[in-house]
């Protein structure tokens, strides 16, 4: 099983603006199923505390910064996502926890899989006997 792991993003540079892409099979290493992007998040908020047998996501912090720890049960990483050129693949049967949300922050989440209320374990001990 992967770890979580951090990687680049294509960052096209422009005096107009920068731009950043991501296709399936390319950058993506599965079929893109669902997009979903959390923000308006309060300060000291902690979002997940779950893990999904069976869907892998890529975090991308299309603005601002937080952080995602990470936990595959034997052991545990915390990362800061703070570009928009950079992807954070988070794997089946991980356990993640994303909190210290700054102002305004934006986390873009690419599933490979459709939204299915079964598809999570949400008890620590669950994921641990998983
Ligand atoms: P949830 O995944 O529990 O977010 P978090 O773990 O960060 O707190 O989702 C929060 C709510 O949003 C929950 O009621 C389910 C709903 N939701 C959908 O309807 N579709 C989705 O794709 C996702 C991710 C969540």
Same mark, same amino acid.
């Given at each position: 099983m992967t770890f979580p792991y951090l990687f680049e993003l294509p960052k096209i540079i422009d005096s107009r603006g920068n731009l950043s892409v991501v296709e399936n099979h390319k950058e993506i290493p599965f079929d893109i199923q669902r997009v979903f992007w959390i923000y #308006?998040?309060?300060?000291n908020i902690l979002r997940g505390g779950h893990?999904?047998?069976n869907s892998e996501q890529i975090l991308i912090a299309v603005h601002g910064r937080f952080s995602v720890t990470v936990d595959n049960g034997k052991k545990h990483e915390t990362f800061m996502l703070d570009k928009p050129n950079q992807g954070l693949f988070i794997g089946n049967n991980i356990w993640r926890e994303m909190s #210290?949300?700054?102002d305004g922050a934006v986390c873009l989440v690419l599933a490979s899989k459709p939204y299915d209320p079964t598809g999570y374990i949400?008890?620590?001990d669950d994921f641990l006997n998983s």
């Open positions: #308006d998040v309060p300060t893990a999904h047998p #210290d949300f700054s949400r008890n620590y």
